[in-house]
């Protein structure tokens, strides 16, 4: 998706905000903010937003001169939803269908985003989880088992820390040896990185690779050769969150989208009411799925 | 006060807020972002943020080549306020203390802003009153009472259209003949001007003048002589809202500001806790006003 004029206050919003998680310093803020207002100036609306994300958070890094600063974010946010697996996992089995409580909660679990709002706690996790086993998410469930059941390569990519003990339930309920998990190829706000992957114990059960990018989402034109060929090969792409969905969703793959639409830009691009756990498919080449199939 | 960082993706939020209440051009709002965000890049954050506010909306003005694009809101807001206005002098008379819920009626008023918060409805702003009515506001009261009996000559910085029916009120029990009310010298968002106070029929009651400027508060610099001459004969400055509180608030004049802390950064430049209504002094000159007094 394209960047909406909406983006832009976002954009300098959560740079400031950004900046004063990694520095205590106000000419650093400062400096931060005219850098991030400098190139807003000239932005390219055709581009999705990630790409000016991706732009920030490495000026960001630059300027502090830590290579990961939300390193101790993401160890917090892995330990929180590490918590709540043994209760998570008890709740999937005894559902009368293990894999789609495993979707919500991959879903809920999208509610660990940084980008999007920097003040999740346990509780709103917890919260945001209880609901999510109970409400309805947007997008044709039935079609989205029979995508996920045919399937022979699935490639599963990853959002952010915490999050991914969450793809870790449901991608225990697809079957492991046919998928294969991207995270993040270096760190980017609190995007999962190969570190989060090991932390939360992915790697004991499924392929993990890294996309060889720091943009928070998937530029194919930013990744590596060897994510982009695992990209092609795939037969269906479960994409996280909604970097994924903005950076992928008018691309010309089969890729099913499963995130919570948490701002009003995204909720109306894929046209849901803001809040809704979606599962929801590419624009361009139709997997059997949904009215459109 | 100074700008603050937080202030900055405000603005830039408000420039596309306004943009698109008085365009329905996407080609438009752009360039006005643009804009604002070029002039942002290289902001004086040692300058009152209304002095941002009169640039925007002067180019805003500009652009859509509308001298007074809130005019409609502001003669919307001007007849909500007046369909309230005999229900509140009941409520006023009938107070035990008839100034001092003047008073209140006239923070409560001051709900009506534009710049803070785009949507007041008759309901809000019906809410807005009623618990102010009851709500503590914080100052010394007694103090306030005290300055304002004493005062011979009271200059009255209005802020918003509609809120000048509640201004009104309080007004009147000022006794409007030792009063002069300052409205804004020209259309700037829905701040009132002349033409507002005619339609609430303040000048049949005090006399009216204009401050010579377009800025969303008061830019002494910006001001005509006849203005600034009223300001340094008048013994007390009652100055309403946020926008006067922000370029007067570190004046060396005798200035009891009266507004509701609707933005975080002037509830923290005025110790308040968000959403308090307010009777506070400026910053230098002290009155005889209490603890500092």
Redesign the interface.
Same mark, same amino acid.
Request: glycine share 0%; net charge neutral.
């Given at each position: 998706m394209k960047t909406s004029? +909406?983006c832009?206050?976002c954009f *300098? !919003?959560q740079a /400031?905000e950004a900046a004063r998680l990694v520095s205590s310093n *106000?000419a650093t803020?400062?400096k931060i /903010? !005219?850098q991030v /207002?400098?190139w807003?100036? +000239?932005i390219d609306?055709n581009q999705p937003p990630p790409v000016m994300g991706q732009r920030i958070h490495r000026f960001l890094r630059e300027i502090v001169n830590i290579k990961d600063p939300y390193h101790d974010v993401k160890a917090r946010q892995n330990r929180m939803a590490m918590n709540l697996l043994p209760e998570m996992k008890s709740k999937v089995e005894a559902s009368s269908n293990p894999l789609l409580a495993a979707v919500r909660l991959a879903i809920a679990g999208n509610a660990i985003d940084l980008g999007a709002n920097s003040h999740v706690t346990e509780s709103t996790l917890l919260k945001s989880i209880r609901q999510a086993l109970t409400t309805p998410f947007i997008g044709d469930k039935n079609a989205f088992l029979k995508a996920v059941t045919e399937a022979k390569r699935i490639l599963y990519l990853a959002d952010n820390a915490g999050e991914i003990v969450f793809d870790r339930l449901l991608i225990e309920k697809l079957e492991p040896k046919r998928v294969v998990v991207a995270v993040r190829g270096a760190p980017i706000i609190n995007d999962a990185t190969i570190t989060d992957a090991h932390t939360v114990g992915l790697h004991e059960i499924v392929q993990v690779i890294d996309n060889g990018s720091d943009a928070p989402g998937t530029l194919l034109n930013d990744c590596s050769e060897d994510f982009k060929q695992h990209f092609l090969e795939a037969d269906l792409i479960l994409a996280k969150g909604q970097g994924n969905f903005e950076t992928l969703s008018n691309e010309p793959y089969p890729i099913i989208f499963l995130f919570q639409a948490k701002c009003p830009v995204i909720a109306t691009h894929a046209h849901v009411p803001i809040g809704t756990l979606v599962v929801t498919q590419s624009r361009y080449k139709r997997l059997p799925y949904g009215e459109e199939s």
């Open positions: 004029l +909406d832009i206050p *300098v !919003r /400031l *106000v803020h400062e /903010l !005219r /207002l400098r807003s100036c +000239d609306m």
